[in-house]
Protein backbone atom coordinates (compact mmCIF):
# COMPACT_ATOMS: atom_id res chain seq x y z
CA UNK A 1 0.00 0.00 0.00
CA UNK A 2 2.67 2.18 0.62
CA UNK A 3 4.60 1.77 -2.96
CA UNK A 4 0.63 2.47 -4.28
CA UNK A 5 0.58 5.96 -2.74
CA UNK A 6 4.36 6.49 -3.55
CA UNK A 7 3.85 5.92 -7.41
CA UNK A 8 0.51 8.12 -7.51
CA UNK A 9 2.52 11.12 -5.84
CA UNK A 10 5.35 11.04 -8.59
CA UNK A 11 2.77 10.63 -11.09
CA UNK A 12 0.93 13.89 -9.76
CA UNK A 13 4.23 15.92 -9.65
CA UNK A 14 4.66 14.55 -12.85
CA UNK A 15 1.71 16.14 -14.26
CA UNK A 16 1.95 19.13 -12.94
CA UNK A 17 5.51 19.74 -14.09
CA UNK A 18 4.79 19.15 -17.62
CA UNK A 19 1.60 21.28 -17.36
CA UNK A 20 3.85 24.34 -16.55
CA UNK A 21 6.03 23.70 -19.60
CA UNK A 22 3.96 24.20 -21.97
CA UNK A 23 4.69 25.81 -25.71
CA UNK A 24 3.88 29.16 -26.37
CA UNK A 25 1.04 29.17 -29.11
CA UNK A 26 2.14 29.35 -32.30
CA UNK A 27 2.03 32.68 -34.61
CA UNK A 28 2.64 34.68 -31.47
CA UNK A 29 4.92 38.21 -32.40
CA UNK A 30 8.37 37.67 -31.38
CA UNK A 31 9.87 40.92 -29.81
CA UNK A 32 13.20 41.86 -30.33
CA UNK A 33 14.75 44.52 -28.48
CA UNK A 34 16.21 46.88 -30.85
CA UNK A 35 20.12 48.30 -30.92
CA UNK A 36 21.20 51.69 -30.26
CA UNK A 37 20.91 53.70 -33.30
CA UNK A 38 24.22 54.37 -35.35
CA UNK A 39 25.56 57.86 -35.03
CA UNK A 40 24.44 60.43 -37.77
CA UNK A 41 27.74 60.98 -40.34
CA UNK A 42 29.57 63.94 -39.21
CA UNK A 43 32.86 66.11 -40.09
CA UNK A 44 35.19 67.72 -37.35
CA UNK A 45 37.59 70.61 -38.17
CA UNK A 46 39.20 73.83 -36.36
CA UNK A 47 38.91 77.30 -37.72
CA UNK A 48 41.50 79.89 -36.34
CA UNK A 49 41.01 83.64 -36.48
CA UNK A 50 43.46 86.39 -35.50
CA UNK A 51 43.26 89.86 -35.29
CA UNK A 52 45.76 92.83 -34.50
CA UNK A 53 44.93 95.96 -32.84
CA UNK A 54 47.16 98.64 -31.80
CA UNK A 55 47.08 98.96 -28.02
CA UNK A 56 45.16 102.24 -26.51
CA UNK A 57 46.28 101.79 -22.80
CA UNK A 58 49.60 101.62 -21.34
CA UNK A 59 50.42 100.99 -17.80
CA UNK A 60 53.43 102.37 -16.37
CA UNK A 61 54.99 100.88 -13.14
CA UNK A 62 57.67 102.83 -10.90
CA UNK A 63 59.15 102.55 -7.29
CA UNK A 64 60.61 104.45 -4.87
CA UNK A 65 63.05 102.43 -2.38
CA UNK A 66 64.51 104.19 0.84
CA UNK A 67 66.96 103.37 3.40
CA UNK A 68 67.65 105.39 6.92
CA UNK A 69 68.78 103.78 10.62
CA UNK A 70 65.20 104.33 12.16
CA UNK A 71 62.22 102.81 10.32
CA UNK A 72 60.19 105.91 11.15
CA UNK A 73 62.90 107.99 8.80
CA UNK A 74 62.72 105.63 6.57
CA UNK A 75 58.70 105.68 5.97
CA UNK A 76 58.85 109.26 6.17
CA UNK A 77 61.48 109.69 3.48
CA UNK A 78 59.36 107.12 1.14
CA UNK A 79 56.39 109.32 1.78
CA UNK A 80 58.07 112.16 0.99
CA UNK A 81 59.22 110.95 -2.76
CA UNK A 82 56.04 109.30 -3.52
CA UNK A 83 54.08 112.49 -2.58
CA UNK A 84 56.02 114.42 -5.44
CA UNK A 85 55.30 111.28 -7.39
CA UNK A 86 51.67 111.36 -7.51
CA UNK A 87 52.57 115.43 -7.97
CA UNK A 88 53.96 114.63 -11.38
CA UNK A 89 50.58 112.84 -12.26
CA UNK A 90 48.41 115.85 -11.44
CA UNK A 91 50.59 117.98 -13.19
CA UNK A 92 50.39 116.26 -16.30
CA UNK A 93 46.34 116.01 -15.97
CA UNK A 94 45.75 111.85 -15.34
CA UNK A 95 42.39 111.22 -13.97
CA UNK A 96 42.76 110.45 -10.28
CA UNK A 97 41.17 106.79 -10.98
CA UNK A 98 44.68 105.99 -13.20
CA UNK A 99 46.65 106.29 -10.44
CA UNK A 100 47.30 103.89 -7.54
CA UNK A 101 50.06 103.05 -4.79
CA UNK A 102 50.89 99.43 -4.13
CA UNK A 103 53.43 97.02 -2.47
CA UNK A 104 54.25 99.17 0.53
CA UNK A 105 56.51 97.51 2.48
CA UNK A 106 59.02 98.31 5.77
CA UNK A 107 61.71 95.62 6.63
CA UNK A 108 64.70 95.51 8.48
CA UNK A 109 68.15 95.79 6.81
CA UNK A 110 70.04 92.74 7.74
CA UNK A 111 74.28 93.16 7.73
CA UNK A 112 76.59 90.74 8.84
CA UNK A 113 77.29 86.75 8.66
CA UNK A 114 74.25 84.22 9.10
CA UNK A 115 75.65 83.40 12.52
CA UNK A 116 76.04 87.02 13.29
CA UNK A 117 73.42 89.22 11.54
CA UNK A 118 72.04 92.67 13.03
CA UNK A 119 69.65 95.25 12.00
CA UNK A 120 71.60 98.14 10.11
CA UNK A 121 68.44 100.16 8.89
CA UNK A 122 64.95 99.64 7.13
CA UNK A 123 64.13 99.50 3.68
CA UNK A 124 60.79 101.24 3.05
CA UNK A 125 59.26 100.35 -0.84
CA UNK A 126 56.46 101.67 -2.41
CA UNK A 127 55.23 101.41 -6.07
CA UNK A 128 52.90 103.83 -8.02
CA UNK A 129 50.76 102.41 -11.15
CA UNK A 130 49.95 104.87 -13.64
CA UNK A 131 47.57 104.20 -16.87
CA UNK A 132 48.20 106.06 -19.73
CA UNK A 133 45.92 106.19 -22.74
CA UNK A 134 48.38 107.81 -25.02
CA UNK A 135 51.48 106.53 -26.01
CA UNK A 136 53.00 109.79 -26.96
CA UNK A 137 52.73 110.37 -22.98
CA UNK A 138 54.60 107.25 -21.49
CA UNK A 139 58.25 108.59 -22.20
CA UNK A 140 57.61 112.15 -20.79
CA UNK A 141 55.85 111.48 -17.97
CA UNK A 142 58.54 108.17 -17.15
CA UNK A 143 61.68 111.04 -16.94
CA UNK A 144 59.61 113.39 -14.64
CA UNK A 145 58.75 110.57 -12.59
CA UNK A 146 62.52 109.83 -11.90
CA UNK A 147 63.57 113.53 -11.76
CA UNK A 148 60.90 113.60 -9.03
CA UNK A 149 62.67 110.64 -7.09
CA UNK A 150 61.70 107.30 -8.72
CA UNK A 151 64.55 105.05 -8.54
CA UNK A 152 62.99 101.81 -10.17
CA UNK A 153 60.53 101.04 -13.23
CA UNK A 154 59.06 97.61 -12.47
CA UNK A 155 57.03 97.73 -15.61
CA UNK A 156 55.23 99.34 -18.58
CA UNK A 157 52.78 97.32 -20.11
CA UNK A 158 50.82 97.52 -23.19
CA UNK A 159 46.86 96.67 -23.34
CA UNK A 160 43.53 97.52 -25.43
CA UNK A 161 39.60 98.59 -23.97
CA UNK A 162 39.21 96.88 -27.23
CA UNK A 163 40.11 93.10 -25.82
CA UNK A 164 36.85 91.88 -25.49
CA UNK A 165 35.37 92.89 -28.18
CA UNK A 166 38.04 92.28 -30.49
CA UNK A 167 38.06 88.57 -28.93
CA UNK A 168 34.02 88.55 -29.56
CA UNK A 169 35.10 89.47 -33.35
CA UNK A 170 37.96 86.52 -33.63
CA UNK A 171 35.61 83.47 -32.17
CA UNK A 172 32.71 84.79 -35.23
CA UNK A 173 35.66 84.92 -37.48
CA UNK A 174 36.69 81.45 -36.17
CA UNK A 175 33.75 79.89 -36.61
CA UNK A 176 32.99 81.25 -40.35
CA UNK A 177 36.74 79.15 -40.95
CA UNK A 178 35.89 76.12 -39.87
CA UNK A 179 32.55 76.13 -41.94
CA UNK A 180 34.12 76.59 -44.78
CA UNK A 181 36.71 74.29 -44.64
CA UNK A 182 34.37 71.98 -43.67
CA UNK A 183 32.20 73.25 -46.62
CA UNK A 184 35.30 72.65 -48.99
CA UNK A 185 36.13 69.26 -47.38
CA UNK A 186 32.46 67.61 -48.01
CA UNK A 187 31.74 69.12 -51.59
CA UNK A 188 35.01 66.95 -52.24
CA UNK A 189 33.20 63.95 -51.10
CA UNK A 190 30.44 64.70 -52.78
CA UNK A 191 28.33 65.92 -49.23
CA UNK A 192 26.66 68.39 -47.78
CA UNK A 193 26.93 70.00 -44.37
CA UNK A 194 23.98 69.61 -41.81
CA UNK A 195 23.85 71.17 -38.62
CA UNK A 196 26.50 71.75 -36.05
CA UNK A 197 26.62 68.91 -33.65
CA UNK A 198 29.43 70.19 -31.31
CA UNK A 199 31.04 73.44 -30.67
CA UNK A 200 34.42 73.75 -28.42
CA UNK A 201 36.46 76.89 -28.23
CA UNK A 202 40.16 76.54 -27.17
CA UNK A 203 41.51 79.27 -25.06
CA UNK A 204 43.25 81.81 -27.17
CA UNK A 205 46.78 83.57 -26.45
CA UNK A 206 46.41 87.46 -26.52
CA UNK A 207 49.63 89.38 -26.58
CA UNK A 208 52.78 90.06 -28.94
CA UNK A 209 53.43 87.58 -31.88
CA UNK A 210 53.53 88.06 -35.90
CA UNK A 211 49.95 87.41 -37.43
CA UNK A 212 50.60 83.96 -38.98
CA UNK A 213 49.02 84.03 -42.52
CA UNK A 214 49.88 80.12 -43.33
CA UNK A 215 47.21 78.55 -41.97
CA UNK A 216 44.76 77.56 -44.16
CA UNK A 217 41.62 78.04 -42.45
CA UNK A 218 42.70 81.53 -40.54
CA UNK A 219 40.44 84.58 -41.44
CA UNK A 220 42.68 87.29 -40.24
CA UNK A 221 41.77 91.10 -39.55
CA UNK A 222 44.12 94.17 -39.23
CA UNK A 223 42.57 97.50 -37.97
CA UNK A 224 43.47 100.91 -39.00
CA UNK A 225 44.14 101.77 -35.52
CA UNK A 226 48.51 103.00 -36.21
CA UNK A 227 50.83 101.76 -33.99
CA UNK A 228 53.20 104.70 -31.78
CA UNK A 229 56.36 104.45 -32.96
CA UNK A 230 58.91 107.14 -30.76
CA UNK A 231 62.83 107.39 -30.30
CA UNK A 232 63.03 104.63 -27.93
CA UNK A 233 59.65 103.07 -27.64
CA UNK A 234 57.77 101.25 -30.44
CA UNK A 235 54.07 99.70 -28.89
CA UNK A 236 53.62 97.39 -32.26
CA UNK A 237 50.09 95.75 -32.21
CA UNK A 238 48.26 93.40 -30.27
CA UNK A 239 47.58 89.60 -31.64
CA UNK A 240 44.16 88.08 -30.68
CA UNK A 241 43.52 84.89 -31.33
CA UNK A 242 40.61 82.50 -31.11
CA UNK A 243 40.49 78.86 -32.27
CA UNK A 244 37.08 76.73 -32.67
CA UNK A 245 36.08 72.94 -33.21
CA UNK A 246 33.40 72.02 -34.82
CA UNK A 247 31.85 69.01 -35.97
CA UNK A 248 29.21 69.20 -38.79
CA UNK A 249 26.49 66.79 -39.91
CA UNK A 250 26.86 65.35 -43.44
CA UNK A 251 23.98 64.52 -45.71
CA UNK A 252 23.55 63.70 -48.97
Known amino acids: MLAALLRRSLLLGLSLALGGCQAA ?40 DNFAAEAQAAKQANDQAMSALIAVTQANKIDPKDVRTERFSLQPHLDGSYDNRRVVGYDARKGLVIVLHDAEKVERLLTELFKAGANRIDNVTYTSTQIIAKRKEARTMAVAAAREKAEAMAATLGQKLGRPLKIEENPGYSGYGPLNLNNSNAFANNNDVRASVSETMATGKLQIEATVGVTFELTD
Open 25 to 64: PQGAPTVITSATPPAPRSITVTGNAEIKTAPDEFVVSVGV
